[in-house]
C-alpha cells in the first residue's frame, strides 16, 4: 500500500510593499471575494503607488510614520496584503488590515502571516494595543484573528456602508502584554 503524498506547509512571508505592486494591489482590491466585506474605493495605480512609495518602513521601528503596507507572499508569490494604520504613537495604538487573493484565501495563509507582523510589531516597535474589524459576516476574519490571539471586544452597529446598506462590524484587540504571555506560555 502507497502511502499518501506528504504536502508541506506554505512558506508565508511578509515584505514591505514597493511602488512596483501597485498594480497588483490594484487588481486584488477589484476582487469580488476581497470586496464582499470591505468597503474598498477604486483606485488608480498611480495613487496606490504613491501611497506605497510615501512609506517609510524605518519610521515604524523609530515610534513615527502613520502607513506601512506589507505584501503577503506565498513560497515567493504576492498572495496579499496587510496594511497599517498607526493612530496614535503617545499609547502606542494602531489597526492592522488585511485581505488575500481570492485563490489564496481558506488556506491558513492569513494566520501565518499575521504571526509573522505580530511577532515583529511587539517584539521590535513601541505598539502596545493592535485593534481590527472585520464585518459580523466575516466569519472567515474573525477566525484568523482569535486564532492569532486577538479578542472580541464588542459590535460596532451600522459601522460603514457596503452596497447601499449599513454593515455592523465586530471589534477586536490585541495587547502586547497579552501577546508575549500568550507566546511565553506559563512559567
Not at 485563490?103 to 513601541?126: C, E, I, K, P, W
Not at 474589524?133 to 457596503?162: D, T
Not at 449599513?166 to 511565553?184: C, F, G, H, K
Amino acid at each position: 500500500m502507497a502511502l499518501p503524498e506528504r504536502r508541506s506547509s506554505p512558506q508565508v512571508t511578509l515584505r514591505p510593499a514597493a511602488p512596483r505592486d501597485a498594480d497588483l494591489l490594484r487588481q486584488w482590491r477589484s476582487e469580488a471575494s476581497v470586496r464582499r466585506f470591505q468597503p474598498l474605493n477604486e483606485l488608480p495605480t498611480a495613487q496606490l503607488r504613491a501611497d506605497v512609495a510615501s512609506q517609510r518602513m524605518a519610521d515604524l521601528y523609530r515610534g513615527r510614520g502613520e502607513k506601512f503596507q506589507w505584501i503577503v507572499q506565498v513560497d515567493g508569490q504576492p498572495a496579499g496584503w496587510i496594511t497599517l494604520v498607526v493612530s496614535n504613537w503617545e499609547h502606542g495604538l494602531a489597526e492592522v488590515g488585511y485581505a488575500l487573493a481570492t485563490v489564496f484565501q481558506n488556506r491558513g495563509v492569513m494566520s501565518d502571516a499575521l504571526a509573522v507582523l505580530l511577532d515583529d510589531l511587539y517584539h521590535n516597535t513601541l505598539l502596545e494595543r493592535i485593534e481590527a474589524r472585520c464585518a459580523v459576516e466575516n466569519i472567515g476574519s474573525q477566525r484568523v484573528l482569535e486564532k492569532s490571539g486577538f479578542e472580541r471586544e464588542g459590535c460596532l452597529r451600522g459601522y460603514f456602508k457596503l452596497r447601499g446598506r449599513r454593515m455592523d462590524n465586530y471589534l477586536y484587540s490585541l495587547l502586547r502584554e497579552d501577546y508575549l504571555a500568550q507566546r511565553e506560555g506559563p512559567g
